[in-house]
């Protein structure tokens, strides 16, 4: 006969939070090691040892009020098709920390201080810095807010989430992002000769341009619409083609933009990319075969064989920003290797060059206009020519008080 067991169920630890099993069922307490879920577990045991029954049935928290997991997710779904789909990935990371620690309670339970406690997760994390946390912390306050608009959630518990101050620089287990900047044509141009022509003309279109690394990648041969004014091509990145989300803004393409484009819109359909791995994969092998100084091997013939017969195979046809970044390292390694010494850069640092180099030639108005941004504040942040007008202005700059030299030389 088995042995029959009382006994008092342990803290137990499940990934970086701290749990009890009783009944079947994981009962989460908060983060491992924080005096909440001490706290938490402490009063568990209590009420456990005052019904013991307590964890024989569904653990009921929410007191026939909406749960916190089915606010944020009624939240998700509204969103869908009405915001950008960036500030959609951001609200799905917000929801993710929100969730894993008190997606079980009822919305009403939720406090400052559990918001404060999922913030103080998200530093410990170590993935994002201040700002990110800050907004991350306010996208929560954002998801109670609409919950008040559904009626699923008192106006005043909405009050009292938004005392929450805001991270202040050096808060402890903070970090800052270093902010990015510009990187020199030159540098660029030194990259480009130990890239795929796929890549070259990816990192060339985009420093013209100035578009997203995401948005260059996602890029299909149906987006490219011919037809809206003469002499110009526009590309309408299916981000925006969403019917409710309002404020398309297409990217005009010039002569020089469709002269690099052209060829990678041959005999394609409208659905394929226009800058496909699998293209630039073929353009690396054919320029090896070029190379090889010795003869193919049977091997290698009939590697080439069954690459013949399945051109896709494990390479997909769309670059992400991932992938993008990491051969545009590639380039910059191989570079390097050549004796070119090319600084680490990334394709959104050709973003910035654009707006750079608009501001510089005092067009911030057009930076703001081919970067796509509501406001110009934002559009500063991209363009990092300030100090070298300042610096221009500083050598033609003249002393309006010259014929006064005898009045300034006074003590």
């Known amino acids: 006969m088995p042995k029959l067991k009382n006994e008092v169920p342990k803290l137990a630890r499940s990934g970086s939070y701290a749990c009890v099993y009783c009944g079947g069922q994981r009962h989460r307490l908060g983060i491992w090691g924080s005096p909440e879920a001490k706290t938490a577990y402490t009063r568990f045991i209590a009420e456990l040892q005052t019904n013991p029954t307590a964890c024989g049935g569904k653990q009921q928290q929410s007191g026939g009020q909406v749960l916190v997991a089915e606010l944020a ?22 929801i993710g920390y929100l969730i894993e620690i008190y997606g079980d309670i009822a919305v009403g339970d939720f406090t400052p201080k559990k918001l404060k406690a999922v913030r103080n997760q998200m530093v410990r994390s170590g993935k994002l810095c201040r700002r990110m946390v800050n907004d991350y912390t306010g996208g929560i306050v954002r998801i109670f807010s609409w919950g008040v608009e559904e009626e699923l959630v008192k106006a005043d518990l909405v009050n009292d989430l938004r005392e929450v101050k805001a991270l202040r620089k050096g808060e402890p287990g903070t970090f800052e992002n270093k902010s990015r900047k510009e990187v020199a044509d030159d540098i660029v141009r030194r990259t480009l000769p130990f890239m795929s022509p796929t890549i070259r003309t990816m990192v060339v279109l985009q420093r013209m341009t100035g578009m997203r690394p995401s948005e260059m990648c996602a890029m299909t041969v149906g987006d490219i619409d011919k037809t809206r004014v003469a002499g110009l091509w526009h590309y ?143 559009t500063k942040r991209y363009a990092h020519g300030q100090l070298v007008l300042a610096e221009e202005a500083a050598r033609i700059r003249v002393n309006p008080f010259t014929e006064d030299e005898g009045i300034l030389s006074k003590k």
């Open 236 to 378: 309408v990145p299916k981000s925006q083609k969403t019917e409710e989300y309002i404020g398309e803004r297409p990217i005009p393409l010039g002569k020089p933009e469709q002269i690099l484009i052209a060829p990678y819109l041959e005999g394609k359909e409208p659905g394929a990319a226009v800058f496909s791995p699998r293209t630039a994969v073929k353009e690396i092998r054919e320029r090896q075969r070029a190379e090889r100084k010795t003869k193919v091997t049977p091997s290698q013939g009939e590697r080439d064989r069954q690459r013949a017969k399945n051109p896709a195979d494990h390479i997909g046809e769309f670059y992400d920003r991932n992938s993008y970044r990491k051969a545009v390292g590639h380039a910059i390694r191989q570079a390097n290797k050549a004796g070119q010494k090319v600084p680490k850069w990334s394709p959104y640092q050709l973003r910035h060059a654009q707006a750079t180099a608009l501001e510089k030639e005092g067009k911030l108005d057009m930076a703001q206009a081919v970067l796509r941004h509501t406001t110009v504040n934002t």
């Open 73 to 94: 997710a009624d939240f998700f779904k509204n969103i869908q098709g009405r915001m950008h789909p960036a500030h959609i990935s951001h609200f799905k990371v917000t």
